[in-house]
C-alpha cells in the first residue's frame, strides 16, 4: 500500500500563504490527488499531479517531485472559509484505489 | 448538472442488521468507488466498480459488498452490523477508474447501536 504522511494540524492568519505537505511511499505510485474537505462535507477535489512540477489554480498550486515522494498543497491569499482538512490521496500503479492520508486540519485566523 | 447522490443522508441501525446504501453517479460517469471514513481519518478505500464490473476492494470483510447497474449507479450493502461499522459512507464516480479525479457525493451518516 502507499503510506501518506502529512500533518495533523496547522493555523495561519487570513491573507497569507500556508504549504500543506505530503509524504508518500514511491513504489508503484501513479498519481497525487489533493482533496478539501469541510467539516460534516464530502471532500471537493482541488488537484491532481502525475507529473514532476508545479500545477497553480487560482490561489491554489500543488507540486509533485516523484523521486522525492513529495506534494505539497500551496495556499496563497488565505480566507476564513480556507478553514477546512485537506486530504492528500495517492494512487497506486495499476491500481483503482485512492490511498488517503488523514488529512491536515487547517484553521484560518483573522 | 446534478452531482453525486447518495440517500440516505443518515440511518441508524442496531448491531447485527444489514443496510443498504445508494449512489447515483455523475451523468456520464461510469466508475463508482465506495469509502468510508471515520472521524478524524481520512477516507479508506472499499470497492471500484467500473461498467459493471469489480475493479478493486479495499480490506474489507466478506461482510460488505456491492454492486453497479446497469444505469451505473450502485449499492453497497452491509451485513452483520458492528458497532465499529459507524462511518460516513462516501461514493464516489469518475470518468475512467483510474487517472481521474473522483467527485464525491455527501455521504451517508451510519450510526449503529
Known amino acids: 500500500g502507499q503510506n501518506i504522511d502529512q500533518p495533523t494540524e496547522m493555523t495561519a492568519t487570513e491573507g497569507a500563504i500556508v504549504q500543506i505537505n505530503c509524504t508518500y511511499q514511491t513504489s508503484g505510485f501513479n498519481g497525487l490527488f489533493w482533496y478539501q474537505q469541510h467539516a460534516g462535507e464530502a471532500p471537493t477535489f482541488l488537484s491532481y499531479?502525475?507529473?514532476?512540477g508545479l500545477e497553480e489554480k487560482g490561489r491554489f498550486s500543488s507540486f509533485l517531485s516523484r523521486s522525492k515522494g513529495y506534494s505539497y498543497l500551496l495556499l496563497k491569499e488565505l480566507q476564513m472559509k480556507d478553514s477546512a482538512s485537506y486530504l492528500c490521496?495517492?494512487?497506486?500503479?495499476?491500481?483503482?484505489?485512492?490511498?488517503f492520508g488523514k488529512g491536515t486540519k487547517l484553521s484560518v485566523i483573522p | 448538472d446534478a452531482g453525486v447522490t447518495q440517500s440516505p443522508t443518515h440511518l441508524i441501525k442496531t448491531r447485527g442488521q444489514h443496510v443498504t446504501l445508494r449512489c447515483s453517479p455523475i451523468?456520464?460517469?461510469?466508475?463508482v468507488s465506495w469509502y468510508q471514513q471515520v472521524l478524524g481519518q481520512g477516507p479508506q478505500f472499499i470497492f471500484q466498480?467500473?461498467?459493471?464490473?469489480?475493479?478493486g476492494r479495499g480490506n474489507f470483510p466478506d461482510r460488505f459488498s456491492a454492486r453497479q447497474f446497469p444505469n451505473y449507479s450502485s449499492e453497497l450493502n452491509v451485513n452483520a452490523l458492528l458497532l465499529g461499522d459507524s462511518a460516513l459512507y462516501l461514493c464516489a464516480s469518475s470518468l475512467r477508474p483510474s487517472g481521474q479525479p473522483q467527485h464525491f457525493g455527501d455521504g451517508t451518516r451510519l450510526s449503529i447501536l
Open positions: 451523468s456520464g460517469h461510469k466508475s
Open positions: 466498480y467500473y461498467e459493471k464490473e469489480e475493479r
Open positions: 499531479n502525475v507529473l514532476d
Open positions: 490521496a495517492s494512487l497506486g500503479a495499476g491500481s483503482y484505489q485512492l490511498t
